[in-house]
């Protein structure tokens, strides 16, 4: 299946889309949805994007008579929300002051890595 085609991962992209204008453009606050959402929802969306990538070039370069679909293991997901969440909580606030840390992000970015690995990476 490709990920880009799945409906929960279009749903984390659309939602985020919509949450980014009614927060940037339109300048209205939904509380802790302003504070939790993104980082929950990058996990899925990003994963998702290079799990997509994974699996075309495996099947374009790597081809093999099977037809086994490329996941992800539970440490590829936990090493790369570990890698994403460092960078976006110790990285970028020490880069920028436009950025702030908060550890309950660490929180939403693993519970966005739980749900892409139960519903997308299947």
């Not at 409906?7 to 940037?24: A, P, R, V």
């Not at 699996?55 to 370069?61: K, T």
């Not at 539970?74 to 110790?90: G, K, N, Q, S, Y």
Request: hydrophobic share 50%; aromatic share 18%; glycine share 4%.
């Amino acid at each position: 299946m490709q990920i880009i085609r799945n409906k929960l991962w279009l749903s984390c992209c659309l939602i985020l889309l919509m949450h980014q204008i009614i927060q940037k453009v339109l300048y209205y606050n939904i509380g802790l949805f302003d504070n939790y959402l993104d980082p929950f929802l990058s996990m899925p969306i990003l994963l998702g994007l290079i799990l997509q990538e994974r699996q075309l070039v495996r099947s374009n370069f790597f081809s093999t008579k099977k037809s086994i679909k490329y996941r992800f293991s539970i440490l590829d997901i936990t090493i790369a929300t570990v890698f994403f969440a460092l960078i976006f909580e110790e990285g970028f606030p020490k880069w920028s002051p436009y950025f702030t840390k908060d550890n309950w992000d660490y929180l939403a970015y693993g519970s966005g890595a739980l749900l892409f690995y139960i519903s997308i990476n299947k």
